[in-house]
């Protein structure tokens, strides 16, 4: 009985020493230590690319005689165009808008000076943007010869840039390369060393105006999150 009690007591004492070891590497062994930061990066690019509903409006009291208005200003204004450098190529007569103003509800007839009222555009899009720009501001020369130039919000230029794909590799490079002089310097401050990538994220482009009135200047912006393994 006495070696039987002896036996069953060395093999608790194996088991209890195996389960303090096990728990002992677990808590010894190292611990994953990461850091995650941002990186930006920022571009300011000349928009490629114009929009530019250039419309004008007119009246009559008959529909042929309207009709030849059209025409007669239609011409004028691709004329207008051409003289800043831009063809057929760059834009589109649309059909006119004609508003019958005799069957409006919710027009005074005594304030009413003709009963056809039409609107006629010249859709620009164009890579042309300088000579957009320039024409945009000549429209006083429309103006002149009799061709009432809308100036509403509708009829504002607008300026993109499409040449994204171009810069995305440069500008992702400069968002990493800014997200790990982050890690570093953390590291610095914290006695460690920055270790390999452990995960990595790009966020969205963003393409914005530079600043109010330099809406043919376009800032470029991506933000990128990089994981860092740290080391001491």
């Given amino acids: 009985m006495k070696n039987i009690i ?9 088991i209890a ?12 062994s190292p611990k994953s230590r990461t850091v995650s930061v941002r990186g930006l990066a920022e571009r300011e690019v000349p928009a490629d690319m114009a929009v530019w509903k250039l419309s004008f409006s007119l009246g ?10 059209i025409i007669y200003q239609t011409q004028i204004a691709e004329e207008f165009l051409k003289a800043h450098g831009l063809d057929e190529t760059d834009f589109t007569v649309l059909s ?10 919710y ?18 899009r164009t890579s042309k943007v300088e000579n957009v720009k320039q024409a945009s501001s000549d429209t006083l020369e429309l103006m002149g010869k ?10 504002r230029v607008n300026y993109e840039f499409n040449g994204l794909n ?6 992702i490079a400069l968002a990493t390369q800014n997200a790990r002089e ?15 990538i452990q995960s990595a994220s790009q966020g969205l482009f963003s393409i914005e105006d530079a600043a109010p009135g330099l809406e043919d200047l376009k800032r470029v912006r991506v933000v990128t999150t990089v994981v860092y393994s740290l080391a001491d």
Avoid: C, W
């Avoid at 006119?96 to 509800?105: M, Q």
């Fill in 107 to 124: 027009i005074d007839s005594t304030k009413r000076n003709y009963i056809y009222v039409a609107k006629q555009t010249l859709l620009v």
């Fill in 6 to 14: 002896q036996t069953i007591i060395v093999a608790l004492s194996v």
């Fill in 182 to 196: 982050a890690a570093e310097q953390f590291a610095r401050d914290s006695s460690s060393k920055v270790g390999k």
């Fill in 146 to 155: 009799g061709i009432s130039v809308r100036s509403d919000y509708d009829s």
């Fill in 60 to 69: 009559g009291n008959s529909l042929p005689d309207l009709q030849k208005q």
């Fill in 96 to 105: 006119p808008d004609i508003t019958d103003t005799s069957v409006e509800l």
């Fill in 17 to 28: 020493a195996s389960i303090i070891l096990s728990i002992g590497l677990v808590h010894v």
């Fill in 166 to 171: 171009q810069i995305k590799p440069e500008m």
